[in-house]
């Protein structure tokens, strides 16, 4: 990684993922098992067609959500996440987490994932992410390092709304932490699960 980029330009970042975004702008609508291959995206259970099938259909579905229905817009000021539409108009279709246990993070996750595509906030389903070592793989593939970009600085944004930091010092610390270091919200998400999920980047 080129030390000269700074840790909170997520754009240039994601470049060194270039391969998984599917560039700048992402696939076209219809990717399919040859699109994810070349992209490296792999589901972890390789023993049966079908228990990649249903994993395979979601992200597919999120992608063509994200790329067809949502994110082209004749009007430039709409593209992409819209943080203050959903903190002002549509907080409540996201979830709030009460609980620092594993099982509440993975159901928080699992909610966040269900809500966050239909307001161009994509996450890659919980049990089909590729690398639980690095963030960016919370990302879906092949959506492009330009909307990585924009989703990262805004999914930041509305986690700060919707986690208590009360809640936990070490919530607190996460949050400020990575306010200072990366300003991307998937990496905040990823800190989370590390710290209170067990076994989660194992």
Not at 9 to 25: E, I, M, P, Q
Not at 29 to 40: F, K, P, T, W
Not at 162 to 173: D, F, H, W, Y
Request: hydrophobic share 35%; net charge negative; with cysteine.
């Amino acid at each position: 990684m080129d030390n000269n980029i700074s840790q909170k330009n997520v754009g240039a970042l994601a470049r060194f993922h270039d391969k998984y975004h599917g560039s700048a702008t992402g696939h076209p609508v219809g990717i399919d098992d040859r699109a994810l291959h070349n992209a490296e995206f792999h589901f972890r259970s390789q023993h049966d067609y079908y228990d990649t099938l249903p994993a395979y259909d979601e992200i597919t579905t999120i992608h063509t959500t994200t790329i067809v229905t949502l994110w082209p817009n004749s009007d430039d000021a709409s593209k992409g996440p819209q943080v203050h539409r959903i903190i002002t108009m549509c907080l409540s279709a996201f979830p709030t987490i009460r609980s620092t246990s594993g099982r509440a993070w993975v159901a928080f996750y699992d909610k966040m994932q269900s809500s966050g595509t239909n307001f161009l906030l994509p996450l890659t389903p919980f049990d089909s992410i590729i690398d639980v070592t690095d963030y960016t793989y919370l990302f879906p593939p092949l959506l492009g390092t330009t909307g990585y970009a924009a989703c990262a600085t805004a999914m930041l944004s509305l986690l700060a709304y919707i986690i208590p930091t009360p809640l936990s010092n070490t919530l607190n610390v996460l949050l400020n932490t990575v306010r200072s270091e990366s300003g991307n919200g998937y990496d905040l998400l990823h800190r989370a699960l590390k710290a209170f999920v067990p076994g989660f980047d194992k």
